[in-house]
């Protein structure tokens, strides 16, 4: 066994817990709406493109480009308005020379017509005859070939991978998966982890302590800690400063969960005892007994029967600290997430420049990347309705206000999903 404060780098410890744990993934089909903050197992694919037709993105007319292309507020262009598009359904008139149909955002877009022109752009030559059909519109700004409209495909195409194995599900990959009809995906089963609190003089919550008696605080920190990591705590109670009562509660923890963590108290004798423990649970047993941080570096490190063992500080702050650092990983790489999910705000280098208008805070979706030159923000250009900008990025660049863009290589502020 290693000698007690044999120490190690916590990303040197957190390696040989991983190359230990070898206890598999196991998956199960889950409802997509209650999918967030799982993890998939498996790649899922389109099984149709998005959109499936072509949806105008403005409140206006759809038309043949080429009809409007001079137009202008002093030499209008006048078209012969026959019909409307009613929403959710499908155009049953063929748009004609010189001829244009009224149409409402995300709705669909006639045959021939290959544009929009909004409503803003244009004047009804004859306001009064508004509610019939046909009536004349005078258009004052050209529109090119594809302009206002999304294309089919043009969010996904038919076939590609939508979603990767081994991601972390956001919001707006639920959003994508469902505008796809997949109502049922494939995730990482959550990990149990059983919680055991140690020592003689913890008591439960909701007790009034005596004389040199505490109340149970990391049970429940690190209960919500797993939560948070997507693990299912399990809860074993206080046991007293018994090898005995100790090594059965462990043992059960062990054979009923997949991952067991014990606060292994605050003294030399009850640390050593919950080593002795963890070496009863199988091989390899303790791998680590000391972890070079502060604070928490009395904790321990082990692996039984391929499941992960972790023995706290009986500190709260040294405990969450540490179970932060050990037990949240720990929890992501048993749903097979190799990297657990980035959370808050970061500062990373853009590497294209980002157009702004001067008094404007914009937003732009971007993929964060690691390179030698540190942290990457690649921004994720797209249509405000297009779900897949945002299942693509993993956040927010802030461009500030007033700041007439971005360049490349400046440094920005990323708000995380």
């Not at 998966?177 to 140690?198: F, K, N």
Request: zero cysteines; hydrophobic letters at 45%; aromatic letters at 6%.
């Amino acid at each position: 066994m290693p000698e007690f404060f044999n120490v190690l780098p916590p990303d040197e410890a957190r390696r040989l817990l991983f190359e230990h744990i070898t206890l598999p993934v196991r998956s199960e089909m889950w409802p997509t709406v209650d999918s967030l903050g799982r993890v998939t197992v498996e790649p899922t694919f389109a099984p149709q493109a998005l959109p499936s037709f072509r949806r105008s993105t403005m409140d206006g007319y759809a038309v043949r480009a080429e009809d409007t292309y001079g137009a202008s507020e002093t030499l209008p262009v006048v078209l012969t308005v026959m019909s409307e598009v009613e929403m959710g359904k499908a155009s049953l008139f063929p748009i004609g020379k010189y001829s244009a149909a009224v149409v409402h955002t995300g709705g669909m877009i006639p045959d021939v017509a290959d544009a929009v022109v909004q409503i803003e752009h244009t004047q009804q030559v004859d306001p009064a005859n508004s509610i019939r059909f046909p009536f004349e519109i005078e258009v004052f700004k050209a529109v090119a070939v594809g302009q206002n409209v999304l294309q089919v495909g043009e969010d996904v195409e038919q076939g590609t991978q939508v979603i990767p194995g081994r991601h972390y599900l956001r919001a707006q990959d639920l959003g994508g998966l469902l505008a796809l009809g997949i109502t049922e995906i494939m995730v990482a089963r959550r990990p149990r982890v059983a919680i055991i609190a140690t020592g003689d003089e913890v008591v439960e919550p909701g007790a009034d302590p005596g004389p040199g008696e505490i109340r149970d605080i990391n049970s429940y920190t690190v209960a919500g800690q797993t939560r948070n990591a997507g693990g299912i705590p399990m809860l074993f109670g206080i046991i007293p400063d018994n090898f005995a009562v100790l090594k059965e509660a462990a043992e059960k923890a062990i054979e009923e969960n997949d991952m067991v963590v014990m606060s292994a108290g605050s003294s030399v004798s009850v640390r050593d005892m919950t080593v002795k423990v963890m070496e009863e649970l199988g091989e390899p047993g303790v791998l680590l007994h000391g972890v070079a941080t502060r604070p928490g570096k009395p904790t321990i490190i082990g692996v039984a029967a391929g499941k992960p063992l972790i023995g706290l500080p009986g500190n709260p702050v040294s405990a969450m600290i540490q179970f932060f650092m050990f037990g949240t990983p720990t929890i992501y790489r048993l749903q097979g997430l190799l990297r657990p999910p980035r959370q808050g705000i970061v500062w990373a280098r853009i590497s294209a420049n980002i157009a702004s208008e001067s008094g404007r805070e914009d937003y732009v979706p971007a993929k964060l990347e690691d390179s030698v030159e540190g942290l990457m923000a690649k921004p994720v250009f797209g249509k405000s309705n297009l779900i897949y900008t945002l299942v693509n990025a993993d956040g927010l660049i802030k461009v500030p206000l007033n700041s007439g863009g971005l360049e490349a290589g400046d440094w920005v502020e990323v708000h995380l999903f």
